[in-house]
């Protein structure tokens, strides 16, 4: 527990997620309509959004600001993660689709499908689907990595073979005889667990869970930054030789990291997915991966709180501006970027850091 | 010959306990690192040519020469880094060099010191320290690894080596440059090595700091075996009990410093630069 009250930043997050999980439930549940203190079912889920961004976030700082290895290609286990999520949504939904059919989600009825592919086995029962959560994305990153690191591909070279990575995922599931449904994905879910998605409480449901995964991931995070694994990790981004000559395999440690962070990722994915009640392709857009990167600059890579705080605000102000000048965020990101780049290496926490004049 | 696993008087490799990296080496026949006829080339540009090296259990052994003479390609090679084209590298009698990666090297009990000082610039002092200790690297280990007495008493024992227990949770990074060496140095120590290879140890060390490393080599050579490159001649001679002269990737003269110090080959090396 020392690390922990060692760590301002992250009690202040975690003490405002506390605050914000008390209240926001309160405010949409309890408090009637009419008032102006209530907070609309959008809101909140808007709200359990940003957390899934920013459990993402953590994901993506722990190989890139500690580990060293930027990844553009992170909101691909992102995405796996909203798939195995989604194709559980989607069988849950029965007899209720357009065709009726018992078995077979509406778009294979559609491709004249007979009957289920046997990727699609198992998915009915909501354990099997949490199990694949974590591992499809989880073995992906494994394989990958241990490709990648073990012939010692290293900085932009890995950053462009990540980025391809899920740009080749995109591609792939755009295609309607991948089994997903092509380019719309997966949608109109009905239920989760029998709980009726469209339902107030279970919008709010979802957000706790979300909270809950940020508190967890937080202090996951936490742990391995703050154990001996960390330091190591820190030692290999700052001095990889000097590490490999101290005796540490350098590739498995970075394999490692990698993987945790892609679970990570997946599971921030699966909580989204209900929560926007559609995955498609989209997803593995390397855009979303680089908007992820700038999440996390902006915030501040190499301490946790702020990648997830950067991960909300940014997010905070992507919404607010594309409702007023949709057409000048990618301007104002990449504004933002350059900036925080050039006048804030690290970022708010940084800032926040300096001011503050403790570490 | 019959095959290791039919012998009956051996139990079979994988059913024996692992032994320690350090269990195989074995010097009792002489050198604790036999270098023969290594070569190394760059793009056709011989770096080393065929060289012979041998270190004694024990020794302190300075090697200098020009600029480009392939000390640092040496190094590279002993560690792991570079593989040579040709040559055998043996660690004691039995470990053979050539076979292992950096890592595995390290563990067999060889630490290196880099000619550019190279220590973790965000960690502290004694992380640094804590990092290098001797001792399991494998990715779980470390995630569960605690710092305890008995750590924190070696850390303490380098600290005082390298005279940095003042600065024991300073960020590495803001050290003066001596003081990184010296961390580095007590790194390797931590590492319990057999062999330390160090690169220009006291460049960019002020006078007084270089008296310090020359008296602290001194101290490890016996328990350990030293390797020492370095430019500086009157470190060398200060510290120097046999030394050898690399040139164009070969050794050009071997012997204590005033034999070599007169030797005409190492005087026109040096005054041809
Ligand atoms: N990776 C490499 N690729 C190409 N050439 C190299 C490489 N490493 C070393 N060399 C060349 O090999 C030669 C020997 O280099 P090395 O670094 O071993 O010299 P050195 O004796 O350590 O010199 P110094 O005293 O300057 O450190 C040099 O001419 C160098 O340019
Ligand atoms: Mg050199």
Not at chain 1, 161 to 169: E, G, H, K, P, S
Not at chain 1, 265 to 286: D, K, M, R, S, T
Not at chain 2, 88 to 116: H, M, N, T, V, Y
Request: glycine share 10%; hydrophobic share 50%; with cysteine.
């Amino acid at each position: 527990m020392r690390w922990l009250m060692a760590d301002k930043g992250g009690l202040v997050m975690l003490a405002v997620l506390a605050v914000v999980v008390i209240v926001v439930p309160l405010a949409n549940l309890v408090i009637p309509p009419d008032s102006a203190l209530h907070v609309s079912t959008y809101t909140v889920t808007l709200l359990g959004k940003y957390l899934c961004y920013a459990v993402l976030a953590l994901a993506l700082d722990l190989v890139w600001g500690y580990c060293g290895v930027l990844s553009l290609g992170h909101g691909a286990f992102f995405a796996l993660g909203g798939y195995a999520m989604g194709m559980y949504l989607m069988r849950q939904i029965g007899e209720r689709g357009v065709y009726g059919h018992p078995v077979l989600p509406d778009f294979m009825v559609f491709l004249d499908w007979q009957a289920l592919p046997w990727y699609w086995y198992g998915f009915d029962m909501f354990w099997f689907a949490v199990l694949m959560v974590a591992l499809v994305p989880g073995l992906l990153a494994f394989v990958f990595g241990w490709l990648a690191f073990r012939s010692r591909v290293t900085g932009v070279y890995l950053s462009i073979i990540t980025q391809a990575l899920t740009y080749a995922l995109m591609l792939a599931f755009f295609r309607n005889e991948m089994g997903f449904g092509g380019n719309n994905g997966l949608t109109d879910f009905k239920d989760l667990l029998g709980f009726d998605l469209q339902a107030d409480a279970t919008r709010v449901a979802l957000f706790l869970s979300s909270a809950l995964l940020l508190a967890l991931a937080y202090l996951a995070c936490r742990a391995v930054v703050g154990s001996r694994l960390g330091r190591v990790v820190v030692a290999v981004r700052d001095a990889e030789n000097r590490a490999r000559f101290l005796g540490y395999r350098v590739e498995y440690f970075k394999l490692w990291v990698f993987t945790f962070s892609a679970v990570l990722a997946g599971l921030a994915g699966a909580l989204y997915v209900p929560q926007v009640g559609i995955i498609n392709p989209g997803e593995f857009q390397p855009l979303n991966s680089i908007e992820l990167v700038i999440w996390v600059a902006v915030g501040g890579r190499g301490t946790l709180w702020g990648a997830a705080a950067g991960a909300v605000l940014v997010n905070y102000a992507k919404t607010s501006f594309t409702a007023v000048l949709p057409e000048v965020w990618l301007f104002a990101l990449g504004a933002l970027f350059v900036l925080s780049t050039l006048l804030l290496p690290r970022g708010l926490a940084g800032l926040l850091r300096r001011r503050g004049g403790a570490s | 010959m019959t095959p290791s696993f039919m012998r009956r008087d051996r139990v079979f490799d994988f059913l024996a306990p692992p032994l320690p990296p350090d269990a195989l080496l074995d010097t009792s026949h002489g050198p604790i690192l036999y270098l023969e006829d290594i070569s190394v080339s760059f793009d056709g540009f011989k770096a080393l040519d065929a060289l012979n090296l041998y270190i004694d259990d024990g020794e302190l052994r300075c090697i200098i020469g020009p600029n480009g003479a392939g000390k640092t390609t040496m190094m590279d090679v002993i560690t792991g880094r570079t593989r040579p084209d040709a040559g055998s590298a043996w660690f004691g009698s039995r470990i053979d060099l050539l076979r292992l990666d950096e890592p595995a090297i390290a563990k067999a009990g060889i630490g290196r010191k880099f000619q550019k000082p190279t220590v973790f610039e965000n960690l502290n002092v004694v992380e640094n320290l804590e990092l290098a200790t001797h001792g399991d690297k494998a990715v779980w280990r470390t995630l569960v690894a605690r710092m305890d007495a008995a750590l924190r008493d070696a850390i303490e024992g380098v600290l005082a080596t390298i005279g940095l227990e003042a600065d024991a949770y300073r960020e590495a990074g803001a050290l003066s440059h001596g003081q990184k060496q010296w961390l580095e140095i007590g790194m390797l120590l931590m590492q319990r090595p057999r062999l330390l290879l160090l690169d220009e140890p006291v460049a960019g060390m002020t006078h007084e700091e270089i008296e310090r490393t020359a008296e602290l080599l001194q101290r490890l050579a016996g328990e350990h075996s030293v390797v020492v490159v370095e430019h500086d001649m009157e470190f060398v001679r200060s510290i120097a009990r046999k030394v050898t002269v690399l040139h164009e990737g070969c050794v050009l003269v071997e012997g204590d410093m005033a034999t070599v110090q007169a030797d005409p080959r190492v005087i026109e090396v040096y005054l041809g630069e």
